[in-house]
């Protein structure tokens, strides 16, 4: 009956220290994940044992008898506390090295870089990740922003930098973290397992927003990520109406245009996130808020208000202009 109840309680702890989401380096996703859990449960299991060792000896040493009086009774326990100092050292030194040796291996894994990996080019912003898909032929590259998505079961190589300050890719069921450095680039390799959506997040401090520079990584199944991958390869879709169109021409003339890219447009600025499938997208400002018009429309009008310190100007705009470019930016699927 105990038992019965203590479940749910148990359940409770590990779902409120979060080991069971998609955010979580108890919750590995793929091999590579996998293997930096074990090492953590390795190194937290040793680290109880010794520690557990350590108060024993502490305990024994204030609770055992006192020296047996004479130069026989110190010479018998100086013997016995030369052998306690050797088999500690000899101890310590055996741990040290287990973990050396396992720490290497889990390095050397993930050092690994396999030849048939995707490759994506991502580059930190104050504040939101910038995402390509690199290949050999040009028309086969995409561009997208804080969403990523990736096939199962297949090696991502992620090249990382930064074009303004030291971020850092931290996906906790993916990966460990990896610094984006301006000026120079890191590479990580992911491997996904499972199908799902993870969370991410920038791990090194880098402004103001910091704590919302979040980003999303969707491990599709193969014919999924292919579909995404096509949709996302089209130039944005055209205005299907007079509001969108009236949206468009907003865009075209107004601040909008000096930031960002909508294939197939005349817009083609690479400030800011590229907008051209930005209604395929859940969240805007990375992961900040739901991709929902009227937040589209807040985030236009004042984002200093909703983000402060983030790159993105205020556009002061009449309602119908406003309301005709939510309408245009919501059709880019
Ligand atoms: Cu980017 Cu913290």
């Known amino acids: 009956m105990r ?4 479940f749910p309680l148990l359940l409770l702890v590990t779902q409120l220290l979060g080991c069971t989401s998609n955010h979580a380096a108890l919750n590995p996703a793929g091999p590579r994940a996998q293997a930096i859990a074990n090492l953590l449960l390795l190194f937290c299991a040793v680290s109880t044992v010794v520690y557990l060792i350590v108060i024993a000896f502490l305990v024994w040493t204030l609770y055992r008898r006192g020296p047996r009086e004479g130069v026989e009774g110190t010479a018998r326990r100086d013997q016995k506390s030369w052998r306690i100092i050797t088999a500690g050292v000899a101890l310590t030194i055996v741990v040290l090295i287990t973990l050396a040796v396992a720490d290497f291996a889990v390095q050397r894994r993930l050092s690994a870089h396999p030849a048939d990996a995707l490759r994506i080019v ?6 939101w990740w910038e995402v390509e898909y690199d290949d050999a032929n040009p028309s086969q590259r995409l561009r997208t922003a804080n969403e990523i998505h990736i096939p199962v079961d297949r090696p991502v190589e992620f090249v990382l930098t930064s074009r303004d300050v030291i971020h850092s890719f931290w996906l906790p069921s993916l990966m460990g973290k990896k610094d984006l450095i301006p ?6 390799v992911v491997i996904a397992a499972r199908p799902g959506t993870f969370t991410g997040q920038c791990a090194e401090f880098c402004g103001l927003q910091h704590a919302q520079m979040r980003l999303t990584l969707t491990a599709d199944k193969p014919q999924d990520f292919e579909r995404w991958r096509q949709q996302q390869l089209g130039e944005a879709a055209m205005p299907a109406d007079d509001t969108a169109r ?4 907003v865009f075209m003339s107004s601040t909008c245009i000096l930031c960002h890219t909508i294939q197939g447009t005349p817009a083609g600025a690479t400030v800011g996130p590229d907008l051209t499938h930005l209604a395929s997208r859940g969240t805007i400002a990375a992961g900040t808020l739901p991709n929902t018009p009227a937040n589209l429309a807040s985030w236009i009008l004042e984002p200093q208000r909703l983000k402060p310190g983030a790159m993105m100007p205020a556009t002061a705009l009449p309602p119908q202009d406003l309301a005709a470019l939510t309408t245009y930016l919501g059709s880019l699927q």
Do not use: D, M
Request: hydrophobic letters at 15%; zero cysteines; aromatic letters at 10%.
């Open 183 to 188: 000026g120079y680039t890191n590479t990580e």
């Open 122 to 127: 991502l580059t930190g912003h104050q504040y």
């Open 246 to 249: 009236r949206g468009q021409q």
């Open 3 to 6: 038992r019965a109840r203590a």
